[in-house]
């Protein structure tokens, strides 16, 4: 094994270990999963996924959808083919 | 009924296995795979911690961080397409043309 997997392996572990026994050591978590309703038609406030999607988060769903734009765009162009056996700008 | 522990304890083990993989491998596509495992084990936390509080929120996380890792994995896939042509190799240790 080299140097290099070796450290990786280690930090790794490391950390591995650290954040189970944060997780395992004596946390009060709650103990019982919760119901969460996909769409609550009749909703005062956001507690279903989609009311809160589509109320709290709606700017957030305009950006994410400017980003898979601009993402499939620049994919496309950074992967066209011009001319055979050639890819790239 | 699974306990909160053990999805976190699963998440900090996805976690570590895709830390592992940007640390270690040299291969692009494998450094990128491993970066979406890291992605993935956030998106358990935010799903499992959202169960557990009643809180509809972190699944709506969950869903926008699906939605950067697509966008991500299509950018870096053509990244690497890109330069596997002009260097003829994805091995991150040979790509140097962000160096002086």
Known sequence: MKAREFLSVAAATALFVVMALSFLGGVGWPHSPTSIPVYNPNATSSNGIANELFNAFAITIILIAILLGAAMIGGVYLAKMDEPGKVGP | ?100
């Open chain 2, 1 to 100: 009924m699974i306990p909160l522990e053990y999805e976190l304890v699963l998440s900090a083990l996805l976690f570590c296995i895709g830390l592992y993989g940007v640390l270690a491998r040299r291969n692009g596509i494998i450094v990128l795979m491993s970066i979406e495992i890291l992605l993935n084990a956030s998106i358990l936390n935010f799903v499992a911690f959202s169960s557990y509080s009643g809180n509809a929120s972190g699944q709506v996380f969950a869903l926008l961080g699906i939605a950067v890792a697509a966008a991500e994995a299509a950018v870096g896939l053509a990244v690497f397409l890109a330069i596997y042509q002009t260097h003829g190799t994805i091995e991150l240790d040979k790509i140097r043309f962000l160096k002086w």
